[in-house]
């Protein structure tokens, strides 16, 4: 079982940039593929990014692609989404979540990972 904080979340003018990390408790850190996700007031939660479990595969929302990057150190246990060129749209709450079972890609899907943080709110102002 991991546990997991996600700090780095606030307010910010569109165009500017944030970084986010969450870290993980325990020992298997590496072990397992990371994502992040979003959900905005009355929208399901949906996915931003992906890495698996060395960071040599991620996988990005459409709406993300070229302005975040998710990348991860192992030794520090944690997970980071660098974004860029922010816009309103992106406010939402983030989440990080960890899938134990497909450590070998990042998947797209909520149901696929199994560990969830508290999430950290991110607002965009235009």
């Known amino acids: 079982q991991v546990q997991l904080v996600e700090s780095g979340g606030g307010m910010v003018q569109a165009g500017g940039s944030l970084r986010l990390s969450c870290a993980a408790s325990g020992r298997t850190f590496s072990r397992y593929a990371m994502g992040w996700f979003r959900q905005a007031p009355g929208k399901e939660r949906e996915f931003v990014a992906a890495i698996n479990w060395n960071g040599d595969s991620t996988n990005y929302a459409d709406s993300v692609k070229g302005r975040f990057t998710i990348s991860r150190d192992n030794a520090k246990a944690t997970l980071y989404l660098q974004m860029y060129s922010l816009k309103p749209e992106d406010t939402a709450v983030y989440y990080c979540?960890?899938?134990?079972?497909?450590?070998?890609?990042?998947?797209?899907?909520?149901?696929?990972?199994?560990?969830w943080g508290q999430g950290t709110q991110v607002t965009v102002s235009s």
């Open positions: 979540a960890a899938d134990p079972e497909r450590w070998y890609s990042g998947t797209s899907y909520v149901s696929e990972y199994d560990y």
